[in-house]
């Protein structure tokens, strides 16, 4: 069975919409706060957790939607080409 490129491909795309933007958020502001401990020399756990809850509240707050909308389209689209995916009623 050969899988059509617009499959990986979408599956690709809606991956990188649902887990590049909580990723990229963690990422930057993890770094941050780890900047700001080097500077200060406190080290405390919550400097680095407490933004990054917060950050990934606001943006699932206001860019889950969006991100979500990904995912939903190319389930919709695998959803109706699943019948000459899976080749129904052929047999081999």
Do not use: N
């Not at 941050?32 to 200060?40: D, V």
């Not at 080290?43 to 933004?51: D, H, Q």
């Not at 939607?65 to 995916?85: E, K, N």
């Amino acid at each position: 069975m050969t899988i059509p490129d617009w499959y990986t491909d979408g599956a690709m795309s809606s991956f990188l919409a649902l887990a590049g933007p909580p990723l990229a958020i963690c990422l930057v502001l993890g770094v941050l706060g780890a900047i700001l401990q080097t500077t200060t020399q406190i080290r405390e756990a919550a400097i680095t957790f407490v933004p990054k809850a917060i950050g990934l509240m606001l943006l699932i707050g206001f860019g889950g939607a969006l991100m979500f909308s990904a995912d939903v389209h190319y389930a919709r689209h695998v959803f109706r080409q699943l019948g000459p995916i899976v080749h129904v009623g052929q047999r081999d």
